[in-house]
Every structure is written in C-alpha cells, then in structure tokens.
C-alpha cells in the first residue's frame, strides 16, 4: 500500500472539560474509525505486567491489597509531580501508539483516522500526525462543566489543567478547530472539517 492509499492520521485534542468526547462521537457518526486513548490506556491496568511497572516506578503503596491498580492514588501523585507524570507517560504512551498503529492497520479502507488524546501536543503524538483537530472552550466555561461532573474544587481542577498546553496554545497550533459551545452549530463544524479532511486525502 502506497502512502496516499493509507488513511490520514488526525489527532482530535482539546484541554480536559472541552468535550471531545461529544465531538468524537460525532466523527464516529459520520462513519470515520475512532481511537480513544484514555480508553485504551485504561485496560493496560488489567495486564500484570504494566501492574509490576507501575509498582516499580510508584511503589507499594499505588497497589491495592487485591492486586489492583489504586488509580487515585497515582492519580494524586503524577497531577502534584509532573516528574512523576512524564515516567508514567513515557510507560503508557509508546505502548499506546503501537496500539493505534494496529488500529490504523485494521481499517485502512477509512479516509481518516482519529486518535483521540488529551496530550496530542504536550507528548508529540501531533508530530505522527498527518492533521490535528482541536476542541476549544474557554477555561471558565470547563471549569464549571468539571466541577459538575467530578465533584472536585477549582484547585484541584487548575491544578489538572496545569500539566496541560493552555486550550488557547493547542487551538493556534491545530489545523481545525471546533469551538464548542452551547448553542454553537458543533455539528456543522464537524461536518465541514470531515469534509476538508476527505478532500486532503484526495488531492
């Protein structure tokens, strides 16, 4: 398979509270394969063997006495230390991308591609990509969504989006950007992005 008969590969990125998952969702409405990151990285806590990394990067005390991943407990850890964060990025991201190159391989009839990741940018999937699709709301806007929807203070929350590129920083360097806001034709400006990118693939 020549490189033109492969799928474009599109990074769909955006800071935490923006809502790609409602705009994913769209894209996958519109027939195009979608790969969620987050998702994907989840089930690796279910493999003994990431079990054992994780232990030996973050200790006992990230280790249920089940066995099991105490994700709070990392959690807490990397969002305070973002020298933490990168070892646990640099642990489950390369395996990620793997895992989405198997993807890419499964449906190389589809024009595109989406690999869904809230760090696109701040771990260089955006450099393996061939066009990056950002999902865009001002921070007071996703703060109040976050609040509602994981119960948490505002610290924390500003404290979260800190291990991220601002949302305005990710947006100036996309190539599309959906500006999601409520009573914003969100739709149409998928569809009109889809359309761009079936265009891309042709020419």
């Not at 989406?114 to 001002?138: K, N, P, T």
């Not at 404290?159 to 914003?184: C, F, P, T």
């Amino acid at each position: 398979m020549s490189s033109s008969d492969k799928p474009l590969l599109v990074a769909l990125t955006g800071g935490i509270g923006c809502g790609k998952t409602t705009v994913l969702n769209q894209f996958q409405q519109l027939g195009i394969p979608c790969f969620v990151a987050d998702q994907v990285a989840g089930e690796y806590y279910n493999d003994p063997d990431f079990l054992q990394q994780i232990r030996d990067l973050f200790g006992d005390s990230v280790i249920r006495a089940d066995g099991s991943a105490d994700k709070q407990a990392i959690a807490k850890i990397v969002f305070s230390d973002k020298d933490a964060l990168g070892r646990l990025n640099a642990l489950i991201h390369p395996r990620v991308w793997r895992d989405f190159q198997r993807f890419a391989q499964e449906h190389s009839e589809a024009p595109y591609i989406i690999f869904e990741s809230a760090i696109a940018y701040e771990y260089g999937f955006d450099r393996m990509v061939d066009r990056v699709v950002c999902v865009y709301l001002d921070e007071e806007e996703r703060l109040s969504r976050l609040a509602l929807r994981d119960h948490a203070t505002r610290e924390q929350l500003l404290a979260r989006m800190r291990n991220q590129l601002s949302a305005e920083e990710k947006m100036m360097r996309a190539d599309y950007v959906v500006l999601n806001y409520e009573g914003n034709p969100r739709a149409r400006q998928v569809l009109h992005i889809h359309r761009q990118l079936i265009e891309a693939k042709r020419s």
